[in-house]
Every structure is written in C-alpha cells, then in structure tokens.
C-alpha cells in the first residue's frame, strides 16, 4: 500500500481556514482567533500558535525541534521497487515465511505495508547466516542490506515488492516469538474464538488491516467533512445518567455514594440537544455508545456512532447535509461517483413495497397486494384474511419456478411459518401457456387466476410466492422471502452500493410487554408538523419527523427533528406514560434546559461499525472492530467480564449472589 504522506503540520492556527474560500473564510487579512477563528477582537482571546514543535511529518524523517527521531529502518516492507536497486536499506518487520534452498535462506519480512523477501547468501556473512538459520515465524527483526533484482524467473508479480529481493548483510533479531497459534498469511482462517483470543495475531492479518485502515480512513473523512462545515467535535461523558434509546443500561456502581449507578450512555442524545441549548449549532462526536443487548451477528454492546447534531435546520438539511457526506465517503472510500439527492421514501411506501423499513434497493421483486381481488375469489383461506382486514400479498420470482421444487417451498414455507407467524405460504408457479398451476389452483376461476396472474406480472417460468394475514405478517413475511430469493438468485451484485433515505418513520409503536405506546425512535422526537393534531386524536397515524440511511438493505443511521417546546414535550411524555416525576427524575436538566432558549435542532447518529462492515463488503460487525466482543458479549482476549476483588464490591457497598 502506498505510503500516506503526512504532510506538514502547520501551525494548527493557521490550518484551520485552509482550502476554504476567501469569502468563506472571511476577509483574508482579519486577525483570526486560533481556536474560534472568530475575529480576535470578537473572542477576545490572544492569538496563540498551536503544534509548532512539530516543523516536519515524514515517515522516515520526524524532525522536530531539539532533535531528529533516529528510526530504525528506512524503508517499509511495502516499499521497495526498482528504483530502488542498488541502494543500501534497513528493514524492520516480522518472519512471514522462512525457506533454506541448499544453504542460501529466504526470508520474508513482513509489517502493515507489505511483505519483502530478503535473502540470506554466503556473501552475507557466517555469523548473518547463523543468526538467520534460528530465525523462526513471527520474530521481530532488522535487516538492513542492499536492494537487488530478483533473479529471472524467480519474479512474483503478486507482490509490490516482487521484481526486487534485500541482500542481507546485517541482521539483529529484535525479539523472538513463541509458536504462533496461526499464521497471519495463512490460507485458511482460524476458528473465531482462536482469531478473538489471540487478537494481536490475527490483527496482523492482511484483511484485517485493511478494514482496520479502511475504518481510520472513513473516520478521517467524515471529521473532515464536517469540519469543513464548521461542525464542532465535543466529548460528553461516559459516566452519566441513562439515555432513553430503550436497551438496558451497562450500569457502573458508584463508591462515593454507595447505592448509586452512573449508566454508560446507549448514545449522547441528552447531551447533544443540551450543547445545541448552549449554543453549539452544529456538533459531531465518534461516540462510543453501550446497549445491553441480545447480540447478533451486527451488534455488538459497545459500538461506535458518528454522531451528529444541528440546530436551525428541517429534516431536508440534515438529510441534505448526510447526503453530502455519502457522497464524499464513497468516492473517497470507494471511487464511486454517486448522484445526490439520495433516493427517499416514506416508511409507509416502504413497507408496502418491501415489507420493511430498511428495504435493499439492490433489486426489485416488489411486494404487490392482491387483497380486492381476495375478497371476491372462491379461495376461502384468502378471503377470510382479506375479510378480517388483514392483507393478501405476494412476489413474483422471475423464472425461479424451476429452481424450487415442492421441497424447496416446503422449506420457504417452513421459513416463514416457523419465524414470522405466518399462516402458510401459498405458490404458483407460471406454466408455458402462461397458466397459473398449484395444488390450490383448483380454488379459484381461471377467470381470477388470470386477474391475479397479470396484477403480479405473471410469465411463464415465474414463480408466486402469496401470504394472507394480518398486515404485520405479510410484511415480515415477504420481507424475508424477498431477502432470501434475492440472494438465492443471485438478483444483484454484492460488490455494488445502493444508498437510501427512509422517512416519517410512526411517532409510535405499540408497547407489546407493557401495553400502551413506546416511541419509534426516541421520546425527544417531534412529530411532523401537520400531524401534531393526531397526537391528541390517533396517536398510532402521527408520523415523525425522522429519517434513517439504509445502505444495501441495512439501517446504517437514524435521526430526528427535536422537540424543542416544553409543552408538546410533556404531551409526548403523557402518551409514552412517562409521568411528570418520572421524566423529571430522568432527563429533568433536559426539560429545564428546554426552558431556556432552546433553539429548533435534529440530529442523526451514523453507526460507524455497520457502515464499515458495509463498505468492507464484509458480514460481520467483529471483523470491523479491533477489540469486538463475542455473541456472548466477552472479550475472549482480555477474559472481560471477569471477577473482581472481594474488597471491590466491599467498598462499593455491593454483594454478589453468583
Ligand atoms: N440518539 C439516536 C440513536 O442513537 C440518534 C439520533 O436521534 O440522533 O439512535
């Protein structure tokens, strides 16, 4: 991998306008404070110069003042070309792979650039030679020698470094390593549990490196961009209250006050509409967010968001403001060049067309109703649900009738029976003569059969796929059938990016344990404007003004406009039935900060695992986190969660039952 410059690190100071226009960046020569960059006489802060220690960044050459950096190599493993040829080198690297030919060693050395043979000859010396013959995997050591042309025939054109070989004439062993349990180029991985226990092996394994960069390089990206923007990057703690994002709190016991919890935040909600109260009118934090969760194969119980916050804005700028960003991550990631605006679509019009409120837009196999033509066919089972005001929907598979025999829907049905409460599942497939042929076909008319054939674009060699049930149903139900035939058939090309925006997710969803309301998103979230009414008449038709991004069938983000006035707050918290003490007791600094000149605001959190693991092309969320946790939320390297001192859970006034 080509070597990042760093660049000069100016004085931050005088960074900080820097690639902005002059009319953005105000009139040139105006005495700028180095931290605002508001006009000195404005902040009334003396102008200082930040990180002028550091004159010069380069990765061979940190000069700075009072001394030069002596490293110890001058190259990377990743490094050496042909131009290089003839030049005298020092590497430092890890033993990938180790090979004697008749006395003459080859030695590949390897670190995060790369990996670059070095060949140890009679002409290197006996006491090099010595040394390099107890050479063993994963020892750490420096070579230095001369850069040489491979030998014709001996080329590899797989490696960067593959034309040039390094002569050794010098060889420290730096450290040894014992067995390692896998070899980080090795072919084949490892299980999960041996990759997680031994993480610092399995980190330097190529693909993990590469996701390990390509995450700073999605970081550094979005921080630039919102810096561009003038967002400003504030922490907010860790030991705080709990946060309303409706997962159980990780709870840390206090010792001062015995009997008192502090809860990891699920996210910086609280905060961030409290720094727009303050004034911060546009803040980003990469926040570090816990949720007690049952985990699967994308969550993890600690997670990293991009969050974000904006005051004086509607849904349209904070989406618009997303969309810029995506844009920017996948060109810069990517090479992509996508058009903006990103495709929208209310949750309503989602869940019609694919049963889902992060549907993947990769491929089509739309969910098409059929619940009229139910009602007036002779087919009981469709009638009676389209009766009950349930729903009759279904897809087509386009030519898929061969490639399910009846085992085949046996297993669909199973699928959707046995996992989303579904009734049945009732087929067709499309015979030559463009009939609809099935078991149940014996139930209808040909007359309706035809009516149904054309309203879901029947051809010969389709196949129907048909759930009748309560909405809800056919909407889990088909949403995972129309998962499953996607990647089944092969309907789109997993390398390929689709990028979405879902809005006016309901204000409200039922409370299945507790009966009553709970909020969608959050309980700070305003419902749209129009619908304020409906919160007093028909609470469940209310929709918010929220947003999510949804990445190849992924929710990768999630936002809202804010309530900004006490009064509907309270009105919200009435419906969710969370009581005036309660709320007080909860976020009570949120409503009294409310009452002080709390501007219009909304924000979005970006959740920056998913969003690599999706960029990465990866499936899972572990392989795009340095230190993840399993399903079983442990840390197989550290052994997290562990036990602690009995003198410990003394001084914190607790008893354990375990
Ligand atoms: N706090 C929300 C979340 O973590 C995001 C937001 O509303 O900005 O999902």
């Given at each position: 991998?080509?070597?990042?410059?760093?660049?000069s690190a100016?004085?931050?100071?005088?960074?900080?306008?820097a690639?902005?226009?002059?009319?953005?960046?105000?009139p040139?020569?105006?005495?700028?404070?180095?931290?605002?960059?508001?006009?000195?006489?404005?902040?009334?802060?003396?102008?200082?110069?930040?990180?002028?220690?550091?004159?010069?960044?380069d990765?061979?050459?940190?000069?700075?003042?009072?001394?030069?950096?002596?490293?110890?190599?001058?190259?990377?493993?990743?490094?050496?070309r042909?131009d290089?040829?003839?030049?005298?080198?020092?590497?430092?690297?890890?033993?990938?792979?180790?090979r004697?030919?008749?006395?003459?060693?080859f030695v590949d050395l390897?670190?995060?650039?790369?990996r670059?043979?070095?060949?140890?000859?009679?002409?290197?010396?006996?006491?090099?030679?010595?040394?390099?013959?107890?050479?063993?995997s994963?020892?750490v050591?420096?070579?230095r020698g001369?850069?040489?042309?491979?030998p014709?025939?001996?080329?590899?054109?797989?490696?960067?470094?593959?034309?040039?070989?390094?002569?050794?004439e010098?060889?420290?062993?730096?450290n040894?390593?014992?067995?390692?349990?896998?070899?980080?180029?090795?072919?084949?991985?490892?299980?999960e549990?041996?990759?997680?226990?031994?993480?610092?092996?399995?980190?330097?394994?190529?693909?993990?490196?590469?996701?390990?960069?390509?995450?700073?390089r999605?970081?550094?990206?979005?921080?630039?961009?919102?810096d561009?923007?003038?967002?400003?990057?504030?922490?907010?703690?860790?030991?705080?209250r709990?946060?309303?994002?409706?997962a159980?709190?990780y709870?840390?016991?206090?010792?001062?006050q015995?009997?008192?919890?502090?809860?990891?935040?699920?996210?910086?909600?609280?905060?961030k509409?409290?720094?727009?109260v303050?004034?911060?009118?546009r803040?980003i934090?990469?926040?570090?967010?816990?949720?007690?969760?049952?985990l699967?194969?994308?969550?993890?119980?600690?997670?990293?968001q991009?969050?974000?916050?904006?005051?004086?804005?509607?849904?349209?700028?904070?989406?618009g403001?997303?969309?810029?960003?995506?844009?920017?991550?996948?060109?810069e990631?990517?090479?992509?060049?996508?058009?903006?605006?990103?495709?929208?679509m209310?949750?309503?019009?989602?869940?019609?067309?694919?049963?889902?409120d992060?549907?993947?837009?990769?491929?089509?196999?739309?969910i098409?109703?059929?619940?009229?033509?139910?009602?007036?066919?002779?087919?009981?089972?469709?009638?009676?649900?389209?009766?009950?005001?349930?729903?009759?929907?279904?897809?087509?598979?386009?030519?898929?009738a061969?490639?399910?025999?009846r085992?085949?829907?046996?297993?669909?049905?199973?699928?959707?029976?046995e996992?989303?409460?579904?009734?049945?599942?009732?087929?067709?497939?499309?015979?030559?003569?463009?009939?609809?042929?099935?078991?149940?076909?014996k139930?209808?008319?040909?007359?309706?059969?035809?009516?149904?054939?054309?309203?879901?674009?029947?051809?010969?060699?389709d196949?129907?796929?048909?759930?009748a049930?309560?909405?809800?149903?056919?909407?889990?139900?088909?949403?995972?059938?129309r998962?499953?035939?996607?990647?089944?058939?092969?309907?789109?090309?997993?390398?390929?990016?689709h990028?979405?925006?879902?809005?006016?997710?309901?204000?409200?969803?039922?409370?299945?344990?507790e009966?009553g309301?709970?909020?969608?998103?959050?309980?700070?979230?305003?419902?749209?404007?129009?619908?304020r009414?409906?919160?007093?008449?028909?609470?469940?038709?209310?929709?918010?003004?929220?947003?999510?991004?949804?990445i190849?069938?992924?929710?990768?983000?999630?936002?809202t406009?804010?309530?900004?006035?006490?009064?509907?707050?309270?009105?919200?918290?009435?419906l969710l039935?969370?009581?005036?003490?309660?709320?007080?007791?909860r976020f009570?600094?949120?409503?009294?900060?409310l009452?002080?000149?709390?501007?219009?605001?909304?924000?979005?959190?970006?959740?920056?695992?998913?969003?690599?693991?999706?960029?990465?092309?990866?499936?899972?969320?572990?392989?795009?986190?340095?230190?993840?946790?399993?399903?079983?939320?442990?840390?197989?390297?550290?052994?997290?969660?562990?036990?602690?001192?009995?003198?410990?859970?003394?001084e914190?006034?607790i008893?354990?039952?375990?």
């Amino acid at each position: 991998m080509p070597k990042k410059s760093l660049g000069s690190a100016k004085p931050a100071g005088n960074n900080r306008n820097a690639g902005r226009s002059s009319t953005a960046a105000g009139p040139q020569n105006t005495r700028r404070d180095q931290i605002t960059g508001m006009p000195c006489e404005t902040s009334g802060f003396a102008p200082r110069i930040l990180g002028s220690r550091i004159t010069q960044l380069d990765f061979r050459k940190l000069t700075l003042i009072g001394g030069e950096l002596n490293l110890l190599r001058t190259h990377t493993c990743g490094e050496l070309r042909l131009d290089h040829v003839g030049q005298q080198v020092t590497l430092c690297g890890w033993v990938d792979t180790h090979r004697d030919h008749s006395g003459v060693l080859f030695v590949d050395l390897r670190d995060r650039y790369g990996r670059t043979q070095a060949v140890f000859a009679p002409e290197s010396g006996d006491e090099t030679v010595k040394a390099a013959k107890t050479l063993r995997s994963e020892y750490v050591v420096l070579a230095r020698g001369t850069v040489a042309l491979r030998p014709e025939g001996t080329v590899n054109p797989k490696l960067n470094t593959g034309q040039i070989e390094l002569r050794v004439e010098h060889l420290e062993i730096l450290n040894r390593s014992l067995v390692p349990p896998f070899q980080p180029t090795a072919m084949e991985l490892p299980s999960e549990d041996l990759r997680l226990k031994y993480r610092y092996i399995d980190l330097r394994r190529p693909e993990m490196q590469r996701t390990v960069l390509l995450r700073h390089r999605m970081i550094k990206t979005m921080r630039d961009y919102f810096d561009a923007l003038d967002f400003v990057d504030v922490e907010t703690p860790m030991l705080g209250r709990s946060t309303p994002e409706g997962a159980r709190d990780y709870l840390v016991p206090s010792r001062v006050q015995p009997g008192s919890f502090y809860a990891l935040p699920q996210s910086p909600q609280l905060y961030k509409q409290i720094l727009m109260v303050a004034g911060y009118d546009r803040y980003i934090q990469v926040a570090r967010c816990f949720r007690d969760e049952d985990l699967r194969a994308d969550r993890q119980p600690e997670f990293t968001q991009m969050d974000v916050e904006m005051s004086f804005v509607d849904m349209k700028d904070i989406i618009g403001t997303i969309d810029g960003l995506v844009a920017r991550l996948a060109k810069e990631i990517l090479d992509l060049d996508i058009s903006l605006p990103l495709p929208r679509m209310t949750y309503d019009e989602a869940m019609e067309r694919f049963g889902h409120d992060a549907p993947d837009l990769r491929f089509g196999m739309e969910i098409v109703d059929i619940t009229d033509l139910a009602k007036q066919s002779e087919f009981k089972v469709f009638r009676n649900a389209a009766e009950a005001a349930g729903r009759v929907r279904g897809i087509t598979a386009k030519g898929a009738a061969d490639r399910y025999s009846r085992k085949g829907i046996d297993e669909l049905t199973a699928h959707v029976v046995e996992n989303f409460g579904a009734k049945g599942l009732a087929w067709f497939k499309v015979d030559a003569d463009g009939k609809l042929a099935s078991p149940i076909a014996k139930n209808f008319s040909a007359d309706m059969l035809e009516k149904i054939g054309q309203r879901m674009d029947a051809a010969p060699g389709d196949l129907l796929l048909l759930v009748a049930d309560k909405y809800e149903t056919t909407c889990k139900a088909l949403y995972a059938l129309r998962k499953r035939l996607g990647a089944e058939l092969k309907l789109y090309d997993p390398a390929k990016m689709h990028f979405s925006w879902v809005v006016e997710f309901p204000m409200f969803a039922v409370d299945t344990e507790e009966g009553g309301w709970t909020a969608m998103h959050h309980p700070f979230t305003a419902p749209r404007s129009q619908d304020r009414g409906l919160l007093a008449t028909d609470p469940q038709k209310c929709r918010a003004q929220a947003y999510d991004l949804v990445i190849n069938g992924s929710e990768a983000g999630g936002g809202t406009i804010r309530i900004h006035d006490q009064q509907l707050q309270q009105q919200v918290f009435e419906l969710l039935g969370i009581d005036e003490a309660t709320a007080r007791e909860r976020f009570g600094f949120l409503l009294d900060a409310l009452q002080y000149g709390a501007p219009p605001h909304g924000g979005i959190a970006l959740g920056i695992d998913r969003m690599v693991m999706l960029f990465a092309g990866l499936d899972s969320i572990r392989d795009c986190i340095a230190f993840p946790k399993t399903q079983r939320a442990t840390d197989l390297m550290t052994d997290a969660p562990g036990s602690v001192d009995a003198k410990q859970l003394r001084e914190l006034g607790i008893k354990t039952t375990g």
